[in-house]
């Protein structure tokens, strides 16, 4: 049978050069030649096994990223997960730093995702916290970042769509801001007027936010712009090392590719 699977470049800011090519497959579709895959799938279902849960019905899929032949490693997607502590997860040998520093601050956390590398080591676990209306002094000291927050949290009636990368074996962290553009049109976007020019508009508006905050510059929004035309889905990744921005990453949903599977 045909089915799509969804791409993401990445793309780096400022240089606008990009630096990987991610490719997503729903996880009951793995084609069983995708050896790597299988098995650091494989290795997260006996994990879970061991906490009396079916891997099988929580991991959703898996974007492998490649910078041309060359795999760089793969995000696993799994259902929103209520975090309490890392040894629900058993195949991460340790609970990052920063996340505990989070947990044990009473910050309610859920988990969306694990980024392995190309030896199938889990480096990053991704979360989401409840943040609304809630101060997130643990980022006090990051610069720009609380007041992009704030300003996102006003604009938008307390939503914001950030969620939390932690490494697994340092102190980075990485805010992934998204913008949330819907993938197509519907019946009420018809209904109100709302077409492609009017949510270009309101990607655009986002990401002025984010230039008044000077969290991104000028010449940096202008590439998320110009490499997101009509309804592609973005998000910019910002990474910290000790409170220290040391990089930008664009992330755009290219396209929906089909092939058998």
Not at 124 to 139: C, D, Q, S, Y
Not at 210 to 238: G, H, K, M, W, Y
Request: contains cysteine.
């Amino acid at each position: 049978m045909r089915d799509y699977f969804g791409g993401y470049k990445v793309i780096d800011l400022p240089s606008g050069i990009q630096t990987a090519y991610g490719k997503s497959i729903i996880y009951k579709y793995f084609n069983p030649a995708d050896a790597e895959i299988v098995d650091l799938c494989a290795a997260m279902e006996s994990g879970l096994a061991e906490k009396r849960v079916d891997g099988a019905k929580i991991i959703e899929g898996v974007i492998t990223y490649r910078d041309g032949d060359e795999i760089l490693g793969n995000r696993v997607n799994i259902s929103t997960t209520k975090y309490h502590t890392i040894q629900s997860f058993p195949f991460v040998y340790k609970e990052p730093d920063k996340l505990k520093e989070f947990r044990k601050n009473g910050n309610e956390i859920a988990i969306h995702a694990f980024y392995a590398n190309q030896n199938s080591d889990i480096e990053w676990v991704l979360a989401g916290m409840r943040t609304i209306n809630k101060p997130i002094h643990e980022f006090d000291s990051y610069q720009y970042f609380n007041d992009t927050r704030q300003r996102l949290h006003n604009a938008y009636q307390g939503y914001t769509n950030i969620t939390y990368w932690f490494n697994v074996n340092d102190d980075k962290i990485v805010t992934e801001i998204s913008d949330r553009t819907p993938l197509a049109l519907r019946d009420g976007d018809i209904i109100y007027n709302r077409d492609v020019s009017y949510y270009e508009a309101l990607k655009a508006e986002y990401y002025g936010h984010l230039v008044d905050s000077r969290l991104l510059t000028q010449d940096e929004f202008d590439i998320i712009i110009n490499n997101a035309p009509r309804l592609q889905q973005t998000s910019v990744r910002f990474t910290w090392d000790s409170g220290e921005l040391v990089k930008k990453q664009l992330q755009v949903r290219d396209v929906f590719e089909f092939e058998d599977v």
